[in-house]
């Protein structure tokens, strides 16, 4: 069983930052591949960032240069580092954990994928 909790999300001018957190628990074999997914209601939802156990990451393009995943073992967390938000940012934004060897953006969308229950980020024009 793993849980997962988010926080950091909030409204925002265009071009300002924000820092996602994700605070994990359980079976760490669940947890081998970490990442943020984001969803608007009615589309589909994006896997935005992955990082592994070994802490190589992928990103997706639309926030390639902007966004920054991290974690940190120790704290059993895992952060998102937005700057220059853009109001196609606005989502909700959700923790992921995989347990997987094979991570990339594709492996967030798993049926066995763990999420919590997300953080909702706004940026204004």
């Known amino acids: 069983q793993v849980q997962l909790q988010e926080a950091g999300g909030g409204s925002v001018q265009a071009g300002e930052s924000l820092r996602l957190s994700c605070a994990a628990s359980g079976d760490i074999w669940s947890r081998q591949c970490m990442g943020w997914f984001r969803q608007v209601p009615g589309n589909k939802r994006e896997g935005v960032a992955a990082?592994?156990?070994?802490?190589?990451?992928i990103y997706a393009a639309s926030v390639k240069g902007r966004f920054t995943i991290s974690q940190d073992n120790a704290k059993n967390s895992l952060y998102l580092q937005m700057d220059a938000l853009k109001p196609e940012d606005s989502a909700m934004y959700y923790c992921v954990a995989v347990g997987s060897a094979v991570c990339g953006l594709g492996t967030l969308e798993l049926d066995f994928a763990h999420r919590g229950p997300g953080t909702q980020v706004t940026v204004s024009s």
């Open positions: 990082i592994d156990i070994d802490g190589s990451t």
